[in-house]
Protein backbone atom coordinates (compact mmCIF):
# COMPACT_ATOMS: atom_id res chain seq x y z
CA UNK A 1 0.00 0.00 0.00
CA UNK A 2 1.63 3.44 -0.92
CA UNK A 3 1.97 6.17 1.12
CA UNK A 4 -0.75 9.00 0.43
CA UNK A 5 0.07 11.94 -2.04
CA UNK A 6 1.45 15.04 -0.06
CA UNK A 7 0.27 17.64 -2.88
CA UNK A 8 2.18 20.85 -1.48
CA UNK A 9 5.01 19.06 -1.83
CA UNK A 10 4.22 17.93 -5.22
CA UNK A 11 3.21 21.59 -6.39
CA UNK A 12 6.88 22.34 -4.96
CA UNK A 13 7.84 19.75 -8.05
CA UNK A 14 5.77 21.32 -10.37
CA UNK A 15 6.60 25.08 -10.10
CA UNK A 16 10.18 24.44 -9.92
CA UNK A 17 10.07 22.50 -12.64
CA UNK A 18 8.13 25.09 -14.71
CA UNK A 19 10.98 27.79 -13.25
CA UNK A 20 13.86 25.77 -14.23
CA UNK A 21 12.35 24.74 -17.43
CA UNK A 22 11.58 28.08 -18.78
CA UNK A 23 14.77 29.18 -17.75
CA UNK A 24 16.44 27.25 -19.78
CA UNK A 25 14.06 28.17 -22.69
CA UNK A 26 15.23 31.75 -22.07
CA UNK A 27 18.94 31.48 -22.46
CA UNK A 28 18.62 28.95 -25.02
CA UNK A 29 16.25 31.23 -27.95
CA UNK A 30 19.45 33.66 -27.06
CA UNK A 31 22.15 31.88 -28.20
CA UNK A 32 23.30 30.89 -24.56
CA UNK A 33 25.38 27.65 -24.05
CA UNK A 34 24.69 26.43 -20.89
CA UNK A 35 27.51 24.99 -19.09
CA UNK A 36 29.10 23.27 -15.90
CA UNK A 37 31.72 23.71 -13.62
CA UNK A 38 32.70 22.44 -10.49
CA UNK A 39 31.50 22.30 -7.14
CA UNK A 40 34.49 21.45 -5.34
CA UNK A 41 36.69 24.19 -5.56
CA UNK A 42 40.04 25.32 -4.73
CA UNK A 43 38.75 29.09 -3.59
CA UNK A 44 34.94 29.78 -2.62
CA UNK A 45 35.87 33.32 -2.39
CA UNK A 46 36.98 35.71 -0.59
CA UNK A 47 33.81 38.03 0.61
CA UNK A 48 34.04 38.97 4.38
CA UNK A 49 30.30 37.49 4.69
CA UNK A 50 31.02 34.42 3.17
CA UNK A 51 31.07 31.21 4.85
CA UNK A 52 31.99 28.15 2.92
CA UNK A 53 32.09 24.41 3.59
CA UNK A 54 35.51 22.96 3.79
CA UNK A 55 35.94 19.43 2.29
CA UNK A 56 38.37 16.91 3.91
CA UNK A 57 39.85 13.56 2.70
CA UNK A 58 39.24 10.99 4.81
CA UNK A 59 43.03 10.68 6.14
CA UNK A 60 41.91 14.41 7.29
CA UNK A 61 43.63 16.44 4.56
CA UNK A 62 42.27 19.56 2.71
CA UNK A 63 40.20 18.65 -0.85
CA UNK A 64 38.98 22.04 -1.30
CA UNK A 65 35.53 23.90 -0.71
CA UNK A 66 31.95 23.38 -2.15
CA UNK A 67 31.63 26.35 -4.46
CA UNK A 68 30.16 29.57 -2.99
CA UNK A 69 28.61 30.43 -6.27
CA UNK A 70 30.35 29.02 -10.09
CA UNK A 71 31.76 32.91 -10.72
CA UNK A 72 35.19 31.99 -10.99
CA UNK A 73 35.57 28.95 -13.36
CA UNK A 74 32.67 30.58 -15.54
CA UNK A 75 34.56 33.77 -15.64
CA UNK A 76 37.78 31.50 -17.11
CA UNK A 77 35.31 29.86 -20.07
CA UNK A 78 34.93 33.87 -20.83
CA UNK A 79 38.46 34.04 -21.14
CA UNK A 80 38.47 30.59 -23.18
CA UNK A 81 36.53 32.34 -25.83
CA UNK A 82 32.94 31.67 -24.45
CA UNK A 83 30.68 34.32 -25.46
CA UNK A 84 27.02 33.42 -23.93
CA UNK A 85 26.96 31.31 -21.25
CA UNK A 86 24.13 30.35 -18.64
CA UNK A 87 24.30 27.70 -15.29
CA UNK A 88 21.82 26.52 -12.91
CA UNK A 89 23.58 24.81 -10.02
CA UNK A 90 23.90 23.76 -6.43
CA UNK A 91 25.78 26.37 -4.45
CA UNK A 92 26.62 26.06 -0.65
CA UNK A 93 27.05 28.88 2.25
CA UNK A 94 27.64 27.89 5.87
CA UNK A 95 26.02 31.53 7.35
CA UNK A 96 23.00 30.92 5.15
CA UNK A 97 19.83 30.55 6.95
CA UNK A 98 16.69 32.37 7.66
CA UNK A 99 13.35 32.94 5.46
CA UNK A 100 15.45 33.88 2.96
CA UNK A 101 18.43 31.80 3.05
CA UNK A 102 19.64 28.18 2.93
CA UNK A 103 22.73 26.80 3.68
CA UNK A 104 22.38 24.54 0.37
CA UNK A 105 20.51 26.77 -2.70
CA UNK A 106 20.33 27.02 -6.50
CA UNK A 107 21.80 29.54 -8.40
CA UNK A 108 21.19 30.70 -11.33
CA UNK A 109 24.55 32.50 -12.86
CA UNK A 110 25.08 34.17 -16.67
CA UNK A 111 27.70 35.97 -18.52
CA UNK A 112 27.93 37.39 -21.55
CA UNK A 113 30.97 38.59 -23.78
CA UNK A 114 31.25 41.87 -24.85
CA UNK A 115 28.74 42.96 -23.18
CA UNK A 116 28.00 45.63 -20.62
CA UNK A 117 25.94 45.50 -17.42
CA UNK A 118 23.58 47.25 -18.94
CA UNK A 119 22.75 44.37 -21.36
CA UNK A 120 22.91 42.22 -18.14
CA UNK A 121 20.26 44.25 -16.42
CA UNK A 122 17.69 43.95 -19.75
CA UNK A 123 18.68 39.93 -19.32
CA UNK A 124 17.26 39.87 -15.71
CA UNK A 125 14.31 42.37 -16.67
CA UNK A 126 13.12 40.09 -19.32
CA UNK A 127 13.75 36.98 -17.64
CA UNK A 128 11.47 37.71 -14.30
CA UNK A 129 9.04 38.41 -16.62
CA UNK A 130 9.47 34.90 -18.84
CA UNK A 131 9.53 33.17 -15.83
CA UNK A 132 6.54 34.95 -14.44
CA UNK A 133 4.55 34.26 -17.90
CA UNK A 134 5.54 30.64 -17.42
CA UNK A 135 4.08 30.18 -13.89
CA UNK A 136 1.03 31.70 -14.80
CA UNK A 137 0.29 29.70 -17.37
CA UNK A 138 1.39 26.33 -16.54
CA UNK A 139 -2.01 25.91 -14.47
CA UNK A 140 0.66 24.63 -11.69
CA UNK A 141 -0.87 27.12 -8.93
CA UNK A 142 0.33 27.44 -5.74
CA UNK A 143 -1.55 25.55 -2.98
CA UNK A 144 1.10 25.75 -0.70
CA UNK A 145 0.12 29.67 0.02
CA UNK A 146 -3.33 28.07 1.37
CA UNK A 147 -4.98 31.14 -0.30
CA UNK A 148 -7.30 32.13 -2.74
CA UNK A 149 -5.61 34.33 -5.30
CA UNK A 150 -3.17 32.86 -8.07
CA UNK A 151 -0.60 34.05 -10.14
CA UNK A 152 -3.02 34.75 -12.97
CA UNK A 153 -5.58 36.80 -10.42
CA UNK A 154 -3.00 38.51 -8.56
CA UNK A 155 -1.84 39.35 -12.59
CA UNK A 156 2.10 39.55 -13.20
CA UNK A 157 2.03 43.27 -14.63
CA UNK A 158 4.61 44.60 -12.26
CA UNK A 159 7.32 42.54 -13.76
CA UNK A 160 6.74 44.06 -17.53
CA UNK A 161 10.21 45.53 -18.49
CA UNK A 162 11.79 48.10 -17.92
CA UNK A 163 12.00 48.30 -14.11
CA UNK A 164 12.91 51.69 -12.26
CA UNK A 165 16.22 51.94 -11.55
CA UNK A 166 17.60 54.24 -8.67
CA UNK A 167 21.30 54.32 -7.13
CA UNK A 168 22.67 53.32 -4.26
CA UNK A 169 22.97 56.85 -2.97
CA UNK A 170 19.06 58.22 -3.96
CA UNK A 171 18.15 54.75 -2.19
CA UNK A 172 19.51 55.59 0.95
CA UNK A 173 18.67 59.62 0.97
CA UNK A 174 15.13 58.63 -0.02
CA UNK A 175 14.20 56.22 2.88
CA UNK A 176 16.88 56.60 5.47
CA UNK A 177 17.25 60.10 5.29
CA UNK A 178 20.75 60.60 5.16
CA UNK A 179 23.87 61.00 3.21
CA UNK A 180 25.81 58.40 1.68
CA UNK A 181 28.98 60.58 2.20
CA UNK A 182 27.49 60.89 5.97
CA UNK A 183 27.63 57.11 6.36
CA UNK A 184 31.14 56.75 4.84
CA UNK A 185 33.83 54.99 6.63
CA UNK A 186 31.02 53.47 9.59
CA UNK A 187 30.93 49.94 8.41
CA UNK A 188 28.58 49.11 11.00
CA UNK A 189 26.12 52.19 10.91
CA UNK A 190 25.66 51.73 7.04
CA UNK A 191 24.91 48.03 6.97
CA UNK A 192 22.78 48.91 9.63
CA UNK A 193 20.91 51.53 7.71
CA UNK A 194 20.56 49.75 4.60
CA UNK A 195 18.95 46.73 6.34
CA UNK A 196 16.80 48.07 8.94
CA UNK A 197 15.22 51.52 6.85
CA UNK A 198 16.37 50.83 3.39
CA UNK A 199 16.04 47.18 1.72
CA UNK A 200 13.04 46.81 3.63
CA UNK A 201 11.37 49.88 1.42
CA UNK A 202 12.80 48.56 -1.93
CA UNK A 203 10.41 47.57 -4.66
CA UNK A 204 7.17 47.51 -2.87
CA UNK A 205 5.17 47.59 -6.10
CA UNK A 206 7.24 46.48 -8.91
CA UNK A 207 10.73 45.32 -8.98
CA UNK A 208 13.81 48.10 -8.69
CA UNK A 209 17.01 48.07 -9.64
CA UNK A 210 19.48 49.33 -6.99
CA UNK A 211 22.38 50.70 -9.47
CA UNK A 212 26.05 52.44 -8.36
CA UNK A 213 27.61 51.02 -4.97
CA UNK A 214 30.69 52.25 -3.00
CA UNK A 215 33.73 51.49 -4.38
CA UNK A 216 34.61 49.56 -1.23
CA UNK A 217 31.62 47.53 -2.18
CA UNK A 218 32.73 46.84 -5.78
CA UNK A 219 34.03 42.67 -4.97
CA UNK A 220 34.64 41.90 -8.69
CA UNK A 221 33.36 44.47 -10.65
CA UNK A 222 35.06 47.12 -12.66
CA UNK A 223 34.70 50.48 -11.27
CA UNK A 224 33.10 52.99 -13.21
CA UNK A 225 33.96 56.31 -14.46
CA UNK A 226 32.29 58.41 -11.70
CA UNK A 227 34.52 56.41 -9.55
CA UNK A 228 31.29 53.98 -8.21
CA UNK A 229 31.48 49.76 -8.59
CA UNK A 230 29.74 49.16 -11.74
CA UNK A 231 26.93 46.45 -9.95
CA UNK A 232 23.34 46.42 -9.21
CA UNK A 233 20.93 44.41 -7.34
CA UNK A 234 17.45 44.10 -7.74
CA UNK A 235 14.90 44.05 -4.90
CA UNK A 236 11.38 43.12 -4.86
CA UNK A 237 9.26 43.40 -1.62
CA UNK A 238 12.03 44.15 0.26
CA UNK A 239 14.08 41.03 -1.10
CA UNK A 240 17.29 40.86 -2.89
CA UNK A 241 17.14 39.07 -6.48
CA UNK A 242 20.07 38.89 -7.54
CA UNK A 243 23.57 40.80 -7.98
CA UNK A 244 25.16 41.44 -11.04
CA UNK A 245 28.57 43.31 -12.47
CA UNK A 246 30.28 45.07 -15.05
CA UNK A 247 33.10 42.69 -14.57
CA UNK A 248 36.64 43.59 -13.29
CA UNK A 249 39.01 42.33 -16.19
CA UNK A 250 42.10 43.76 -14.42
CA UNK A 251 44.03 40.99 -13.29
CA UNK A 252 46.42 43.15 -11.25
CA UNK A 253 43.74 45.01 -9.38
CA UNK A 254 41.50 41.90 -8.98
CA UNK A 255 44.81 40.37 -7.02
CA UNK A 256 45.00 43.71 -5.16
CA UNK A 257 41.35 43.65 -4.13
CA UNK A 258 41.72 39.73 -3.34
CA UNK A 259 44.43 40.68 -0.83
CA UNK A 260 42.22 43.08 1.06
CA UNK A 261 40.00 40.58 1.54
CA UNK A 262 42.57 38.74 3.06
CA UNK A 263 43.36 40.69 5.38
CA UNK A 264 39.25 41.84 6.03
CA UNK A 265 38.94 37.81 6.89
CA UNK A 266 41.86 38.11 8.90
CA UNK A 267 40.82 41.15 11.17
CA UNK A 268 37.74 39.68 12.10
CA UNK A 269 38.95 36.34 12.67
CA UNK A 270 37.40 34.79 9.80
CA UNK A 271 38.63 31.74 7.70
CA UNK A 272 41.60 33.67 5.16
CA UNK A 273 40.93 30.74 2.06
CA UNK A 274 43.10 31.08 -0.38
CA UNK A 275 43.36 33.24 -4.14
CA UNK A 276 42.23 31.25 -7.22
CA UNK A 277 45.35 31.70 -8.84
CA UNK A 278 44.40 29.95 -11.96
CA UNK A 279 41.63 31.96 -11.99
CA UNK A 280 43.89 35.59 -12.32
CA UNK A 281 46.37 33.72 -14.45
CA UNK A 282 43.30 33.12 -16.89
CA UNK A 283 42.15 37.06 -16.43
CA UNK A 284 45.95 37.69 -17.11
CA UNK A 285 45.60 35.99 -20.83
CA UNK A 286 42.74 38.01 -21.08
CA UNK A 287 39.19 38.11 -20.36
CA UNK A 288 36.67 40.30 -22.79
CA UNK A 289 34.63 42.91 -21.64
CA UNK A 290 32.02 41.32 -19.48
CA UNK A 291 28.56 41.70 -17.69
CA UNK A 292 27.33 38.70 -15.60
CA UNK A 293 24.85 38.05 -13.19
CA UNK A 294 23.97 35.80 -9.84
CA UNK A 295 20.00 35.27 -9.15
CA UNK A 296 18.95 33.17 -6.74
CA UNK A 297 16.47 30.63 -8.12
CA UNK A 298 14.30 30.02 -4.80
CA UNK A 299 13.76 33.90 -4.18
CA UNK A 300 12.74 34.05 -7.39
CA UNK A 301 10.12 31.30 -7.26
CA UNK A 302 9.02 32.24 -3.70
CA UNK A 303 8.38 36.26 -4.98
CA UNK A 304 6.56 34.99 -8.08
CA UNK A 305 3.82 33.10 -5.25
CA UNK A 306 4.43 35.01 -2.87
CA UNK A 307 5.63 32.50 -0.56
CA UNK A 308 6.43 33.70 3.13
CA UNK A 309 9.90 31.78 2.83
CA UNK A 310 12.30 30.11 0.29
CA UNK A 311 11.65 26.81 2.47
CA UNK A 312 8.29 26.98 1.23
CA UNK A 313 9.34 26.63 -2.40
CA UNK A 314 11.74 23.85 -1.61
CA UNK A 315 10.91 20.00 -0.85
CA UNK A 316 13.48 19.28 0.86
CA UNK A 317 14.60 22.66 3.21
CA UNK A 318 16.73 21.82 5.87
CA UNK A 319 14.42 21.92 8.75
CA UNK A 320 13.05 19.01 7.10
CA UNK A 321 15.87 16.94 6.31
Same mark, same amino acid.
Request: charged share 30%; net charge negative; aromatic share 8%.
Given at each position: ??? *????? &?????????????? &?????????????????? +??? *???????????????????? $?????????????????????????? =?????????????????????????????????????? &?????????????????????????????? *?????? =???????????????????????????????????????????? &????????????????????????????????????????????????????????? =????????????????????? $??????????????????? +???????? +?????????
Amino acid at each position: MSA *PADPA &VLQILALRAVVLRS &VRRFFEDRDFVEVETPAL +VPS *PGLDVHLEAFEVRTPKGKSA $GWLATSPEYQMKRLLSAGAKRIFQLC =RSYRGEEHGRHHEREFTMLEWYRADATSDDVIRDTEEL &VAFVADAIANSGDYPLLLQQESTPKKRGLS *PFAAPW =RRVTVEEAIESHANVTLRALAGDDERSFRVWAEEVQPQLGRERP &VIVTDWPSSMASLARLKPNGMADRFEAFFHGVELCNGFGELTDAAEQRRRFQQDQAA =REAVGAPVYPIDERFLEDLER $GMPQSGGNALGVDRLLMLL +VGADSIQN +VMPFPEERL
